[in-house]
């Protein structure tokens, strides 16, 4: 069986876990949260990212609501968020008592559509929140551009795009804040839950740092400036992740070759009615590699008949979730998201897949599309 997810992804680290667990664990300071290697975490990753400021907090949903936060989205106000993603890009606006307002997105990068984007301001947007939720970034140039024309601010949800860079700036600095989530899954994941929020504008990251402890400064305990959150960092997570940060370039490595022969295996296969993803280097995040077909249960079911696991994110449109519903306004359509749920499927790229497992797959998926075109002309299709 080829996993999703593999569960041996931190087998090579078992041993580091384990007497980081008790290193901290049986420390003379006895400091579990917000400690030393928070802030060596912290200091790392915006160093290597050239940013003004990184803070770690709880999970990549907390950065998003922090961001938010921060920027004073609240009630009476919009944010402009992909039809299609994960919940929290919803959920994340209307926790906070705002509304969320659904762009349908591009039908072949799947991320929003700048010009759906524009078609959605209103005199009560306050925050464009794209997300690069497959493996092509979203189109952040445009985007940078409408929130300028249009004075409303930009957030990145670069959860999954940590690493990646388009045009030479790195997702999560392509707004005025940008965030990565450090859940196991995830492409720089942890042993359990993380997050972190990425800017260059140091007011904001200071009251984002404020917000993360129940609005406390850090210094002057219980005066608390702001109502905020109990978002804060575990300092055996912030451990965990700096021993797994220098060999994060080369599983980004990984994951991009993987991609670039699937990409060489499967580019003939449009005209079977299997779609990959757009090819290169600049702006991707392979954190996963999602294919098009119509026929899509079908390759689901081809795919698990031999042995390889694959994953529909997402089986529906934001809009039309049921948590979501009442947001959706009457009759709007978001075709291309609708379609997306359709016919999206995920098949393996994590970086420890061995090159005969990713031939497998790609034979695999293969044989279905050239089969697929052989049933179809047969029944007339
Ligand atoms: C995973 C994810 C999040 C949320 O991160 P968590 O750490 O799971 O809370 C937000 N946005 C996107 C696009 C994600 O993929």
């Known amino acids: ?46 160093a290597e990212l050239g940013a003004a400021d990184v803070i770690a907090c709880s999970s990549g949903t907390s950065a998003l609501t922090l ?16 039809a299609y993603g994960c919940a929290p890009l919803a959920a ?24 759906d984007v524009e078609a ?35 957030v990145e949800d670069s959860a999954v795009a940590q690493g990646a860079v388009l045009d030479g ?25 993380g997050g972190a929020v990425v800017t260059n504008d140091r007011e904001l990251a200071r009251d984002i740092r404020m917000l993360r402890n129940h609005g406390q400064d850090g210094r002057h305990r219980f005066l608390h400036h702001m109502i905020g959150h109990n978002s804060r960092f575990d300092e055996i997570q912030a451990t965990f992740l700096l021993h797994r940060l220098p060999g994060f370039p080369d599983r980004l490595e990984r994951r991009a070759r993987i991609a670039d022969y699937y990409a060489q295996r499967f580019s003939a296969l449009a005209e079977h009615g299997v779609l990959a993803p757009p090819t290169g280097r600049n702006g991707r ?47 709007r359509r978001w075709p291309h998201a609708e379609r997306a749920s359709r016919c999206t499927l995920s098949i393996p790229v ?18 279905f599309a050239v089969g697929d075109r052989g049933t179809a002309v047969a029944g007339g299709e």
């Open 169 to 193: 700036r790195p997702a999560g600095l392509w707004g005025e804040a940008g965030l990565y989530s450090f859940v196991q899954v995830k492409s720089f994941g942890t042993a359990g839950e």
């Open 285 to 331: 995040c392979y954190y996963v590699y999602t294919l098009m077909t119509e026929r899509r249960d079908a390759l689901r079911d081809h795919l698990a008949r031999h042995g390889i696991a694959s994953h529909v994110y997402y089986p529906s449109p934001l809009p039309l979730q049921p948590a979501f519903a009442s947001y959706a306004p009457p009759g």
């Open 92 to 115: 994340a606006v209307v926790n906070l008592g705002a509304t969320p307002v659904f762009a349908d997105i591009d039908p072949w990068t799947l991320v929003v559509d700048p010009s």
């Open 120 to 154: 959605c301001i209103t005199e009560r947007t306050k925050v464009l929140l794209p997300a690069h939720i497959y493996s092509v970034m979203a189109d952040m140039p445009r985007l940078l551009k409408i929130a300028e024309r249009y004075d409303v601010r930009l």
């Open 1 to 46: 069986m080829i996993e999703f997810f593999p569960p041996d992804l931190f087998k090579a680290d078992r041993e580091a876990l384990l007497e980081i667990v008790r290193t901290i664990g049986t420390g003379p300071e006895q400091r579990f949260i917000l400690g030393g290697a928070t802030a060596r975490l912290e200091r790392e990753l915006a």
């Open 350 to 367: 994590h970086p420890l897949l061995t090159d005969a497992q990713a031939e497998r797959i790609a034979d695999v998926v293969c044989a």
């Open 67 to 82: 961001i938010l936060h921060a920027m004073g989205v609240g009630p009476g106000d919009e944010a402009v968020v992909p």
